[in-house]
T-cell receptor, first 110, second 113 residues
Framework: RKEVEQDPGPFNVPEGATVAFNCTYSNSASQSFFWYRQDCRKEPKLLMSVYSSGNEDGRFTAQLNRASQYISLLIRDSKLSDSATYLC???????????FGSGTRLSIRP | EPEVTQTPSHQVTQMGQEVILRCVPISNHLYFYWYRQILGQKVEFLVSFYNNEISEKSEIFDDQFSVERPDGSNFTLKIRSTKLEDSAMYFCASNGVGSYEQYFGPGTRLTVT
């Protein structure tokens, strides 16, 4: 089983739609969780950290379910600029290795 | 807004040559990382560095790789004898104390011919 698993997509949705991504991780010792976005041939950019209590940043909502070992990202009212690859990231502890999922491609159409 | 910088943006080298990739992390950050991403594949962890020593490294980071923080600002990745399969984008990242949020540089595209 992969350490971090994501649906590769692509998700192709119309502007204004709501889209949700899930990610599962295999190591229960994982401590920190993040969503990054990556545009083609660019560096990963931090979108948001993910907490057990759930957190929201504008149109983006992230949830963590430790019992089931999955993380989710919800994007509401999607914009054309949301088109990117969304990376689920798991970290074991400070200064330790970070594991990236393979990413989910999202394409927003006008 | 402070950012991680990397040089060069693109490096072409011949197989067997040594390369040094340079990074300037965000100035008050203390944890530093190198990752690579082969074209079309996922981002892979190489090494983490804290307090002037390696904290953790992956199986990719073999004896051909080394990291150094030669002064207070630069963080370098050296590949001693490059192979064709080292061709990839190499990203440097850093985070500060009390935060696990890593910020990435724009990457160096390494092409080994």
């Amino acid at each position: 089983r992969k350490e971090v698993e994501q649906d590769p997509g692509p998700f192709n949705v119309p502007e204004g739609a709501t889209v949700a991504f899930n990610c599962t991780y295999s190591n229960s010792a994982s401590q920190s969780f993040f969503w990054y976005r990556q545009d083609c041939r660019k560096e990963p950019k931090l979108l948001m950290s993910v907490y057990s209590s759930g957190n929201e940043d504008g149109r983006f909502t992230a949830q963590l379910n430790r019992a089931s070992q999955y993380i989710s990202l919800l994007i509401r009212d999607s914009k054309l600029s949301d088109s990117a690859t969304y990376l689920c990231v798991v970290m074991y502890s400070s200064a330790s290795k970070i594991i990236f999922g393979s990413g989910t491609r999202l394409s927003i159409r006008p | 807004e402070p950012e991680v910088t990397q040089t060069p943006s693109h490096q072409v080298t011949q197989m067997g040559q040594e390369v040094i990739l340079r990074c300037v992390p965000i100035s008050n950050h203390l944890y530093f990382y190198w990752y690579r991403q082969i074209l079309g594949q996922k981002v892979e962890f190489l090494v983490s560095f804290y307090n002037n020593e390696i904290s953790e490294k992956s199986e990719i980071f073999d004896d051909q790789f080394s990291v150094e923080r030669p002064d207070g600002s630069n963080f370098t990745l050296k590949i001693r004898s490059t192979k064709l399969e080292d061709s990839a984008m190499y990203f440097c990242a850093s985070n500060g104390v009390g935060s696990y949020e890593q910020y990435f540089g724009p990457g160096t595209r390494l092409t080994v011919t």
